[in-house]
T-cell receptor, first 113, second 119 residues
C-alpha cells in the first residue's frame, strides 16, 4: 500500500475552514484514500474516503487531485471539538476483508477560539 | 452508523496478571476484527487480524502466546494479555468492518480503546 505524507501539525481558527493536505504520490490506481481522526484518548473515527472523485458528507469534504497524487480534507467550519490527530491512509480495495490499514503519525490539528 | 464497543475502557493491574479485553460490534456482524496497540505520541500499530471461527493472523513481532485472540461469534472478539508486565502498558484499540457490505472500500469502525496500565 502507498505511503502518505502529512504535515505534523496545523492550527485553525474556530469557525474557519480547516484544510488538511496529504501527499500520496505513489498511489496506485486501485487504492482508496481514507481519512480518520483520533481525539485524545479515544479510538479513531472514520471521516470520509474516496477513489477518484471528490466526496462530501456531513463531516467533511475530500478533494482528490486529478493525478491522485495528493488530497485535501476540508472541515468547512471547524469547531473546538475538531481538535484531533487526522490520519490520511491509502489502501487497496478488492476482495477480502483482511486489508490492513497502515497508520502514519497524522496531522495534529488545533482549533483555536 | 456502525458502533463498536470495547470493554473495559481502563484497567490497572499488577504485574503477572492476565487481562481480557472485549470488542463487540453492536449493530452489525463482523467476520473480521483488528487489534491495535498505541504507545504515547505514536501511531496505531496493528497487532493481529481476528477472523470469526478461525485462528487470528498476527503481525511480525507480536507474540501469539502472549496476546491471545478469540473471535467466537460474529459480534465479539477478545484479546487476552497473558502474564502482563509493565512494558505491556499501552492503549489497545479494536476495529471491525460490517460483513454485510460487499463493496471493497468499506471503512473500519473503531472502539474507544482500553487503557492498560501494569504496575
Amino acid at each position: 500500500d502507498a505511503k502518505t505524507t502529512q504535515p505534523p501539525s496545523m492550527d485553525c481558527a474556530e469557525g474557519r475552514a480547516a484544510n488538511l493536505p496529504c501527499n500520496h504520490s505513489t498511489i496506485s490506481g486501485n487504492e482508496y484514500v481514507y481519512w480518520y481522526r483520533q481525539i485524545h484518548s479515544q479510538g479513531p473515527q472514520y471521516i470520509i474516503h474516496g477513489l477518484k472523485n471528490n466526496e462530501t458528507n456531513e463531516m467533511a469534504s475530500l478533494i482528490i487531485t486529478e493525478d491522485r497524487k495528493s488530497s485535501t480534507l476540508i472541515l468547512p467550519h471547524a469547531t473546538l471539538r475538531d481538535t484531533a490527530v487526522y490520519y490520511c491512509i491509502v489502501r487497496v480495495g478488492g476482495a477480502g476483508n483482511n486489508r490492513k490499514l497502515i497508520w502514519g503519525l497524522g496531522t495534529s490539528l488545533a482549533v483555536n477560539p | 452508523g456502525a458502533v463498536v464497543s470495547q470493554h473495559p475502557s481502563r484497567v490497572i493491574c499488577k504485574s503477572g496478571t492476565s487481562v481480557k479485553i472485549e470488542c463487540r460490534s453492536l449493530d452489525f456482524q463482523a467476520t473480521t476484527m483488528f487489534w491495535y496497540r498505541q504507545f504515547p505520541k505514536q501511531s496505531l500499530m496493528l497487532m493481529a487480524t481476528s477472523n470469526e471461527g478461525s485462528k487470528a493472523t498476527y503481525e511480525q513481532g507480536v507474540e501469539k502466546d502472549k496476546f491471545l485472540i478469540n473471535h467466537a461469534s460474529l459480534t465479539l472478539s477478545t484479546l487476552t494479555v497473558t502474564s502482563a508486565h509493565p512494558e505491556d502498558s499501552s492503549f489497545y484499540i479494536c476495529s471491525a468492518r460490517d460483513a454485510r457490505h460487499v463493496l471493497p472500500d468499506q471503512p473500519q469502525h473503531f472502539g474507544d480503546g482500553t487503557r492498560l496500565s501494569i504496575l
